[in-house]
């Protein structure tokens, strides 16, 4: 059996793993991400992590897939623009570098992307034709898999479902517009709401376990949080009419608490697609994601010619 290497590297931790074709979780490292300590630093990091999790699952490994948040040049397997969070890393051609420390075959997709096809390939989207995946947590992204190929814009490009305006009288966002859909319906912005409401310091999760709890106010935050998620969901649908569509991230862990509202402006807004049809499922990997999905990448791309 030749096993895949896997990376993700976020804005506060990267994470590294071993996975089989069959997509089993065969070991797995993490540790800081540590930006401060640089780049060559933090390469060296991966390298041992990658060392010592391949020694751990039994050996070697064929190939390498590593999905990082931001936006990549992907087809070259160099970062992009991600100066905000690892600073010293833009534009680093990672793929290559980690591709001949190992001598094998390297892949780098964006985070969400790499989600996507790892919840399509192993997870809640499993037999999925057109398939979206979302994550709801400090921002909201996600990734589109039909007819089992990622999609992807321009150049590669990976577009950016967080970012559709759900109402031009909303917030200015980093992005260029207002009123993005992450700008109300993040974890961030759900805590923003309460927090200008109520003395308690609240953010996502405490307001959602208060409401499980049975508080009023709490209540009406996430039924306003259901309303959002479920408009952006519903542009989704009417656009795509997907036959899945799988909700991750830190906010989606309280996914019960949204459904029936989220149902229900799903019903009400996307009326001239079969809205009945598409299953919405909460996603099977958690931290895992992207882990599991990089190692999917790379079996897309260079499978036939390392482990087939
Ligand atoms: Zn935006």
């Known amino acids: 059996m030749s096993i895949i290497g896997a990376v993700d590297i976020g804005?506060?931790?990267?994470?590294?793993?071993?996975?089989?074709?069959?997509?089993?979780?065969?070991?797995?490292?993490?540790?800081?991400?540590?930006?401060?300590?640089?780049?060559?630093?933090?390469?060296?990091?991966?390298r041992a992590m990658l060392e010592e999790t391949a020694a751990q699952a039994g050996g070697s490994f064929a190939g390498l897939g590593i999905g990082c948040t931001g936006r990549h040049d992907v087809l070259n397997g160099s970062l992009g623009d991600v100066g905000a969070f690892l600073p010293g890393w833009d534009g680093a051609p990672i793929a290559r570098l980690l591709s001949e420390a190992f001598g094998v075959t390297a892949v780098l997709e964006n985070d969400c992307d790499a989600a996507a096809l790892g919840e399509v390939a192993w997870g809640a989207g499993r037999g999925a034709q057109k398939f979206i995946y979302i994550t709801v947590s400090t921002g909201i992204g996600g990734g589109l898999v039909f007819d089992g190929q990622l999609y992807r814009g321009v150049g590669g490009a990976h577009p950016e479902i967080g970012h559709h305006v759900i109402d031009p009288g909303g917030e200015k966002c980093f992005c260029g517009a207002h009123g993005c859909w992450e700008s109300f319906a993040s974890g961030p912005a759900m805590a923003r709401w309460w927090q200008a409401r109520y003395p308690e310091p609240w953010d996502a999760g405490q307001i959602c376990r208060a409401a499980a709890a049975g508080d009023e106010r709490a209540k009406e935050a996430v039924e306003r949080e259901a309303r959002y998620l479920g408009i952006g969901l519903a542009n989704l649908i009417t656009l795509y009419a997907p036959d899945c569509i799988a909700l991750g991230g830190g906010v989606m862990r309280s996914l019960d608490l949204?459904?029936?509202?989220?149902?229900?402006?799903?019903?009400?807004?996307?009326?001239?697609?079969?809205?009945?049809?598409v299953r919405l499922v909460p996603a099977r990997y958690g931290t895992e994601a992207v882990l599991m999905g990089a190692a999917k990448a790379w079996m897309l791309r260079y499978g036939q010619k390392g482990i087939a």
């Open 258 to 277: 949204f459904l029936p509202t989220i149902r229900s402006v799903i019903q009400q807004q996307a009326g001239l697609v079969p809205h009945h049809k």
């Open 11 to 46: 804005g506060t931790k990267i994470s590294v793993a071993m996975v089989s074709p069959e997509g089993e979780l065969l070991a797995k490292a993490e540790g800081p991400t540590a930006p401060e300590r640089g780049f060559d630093d933090g390469m060296a990091r991966i």
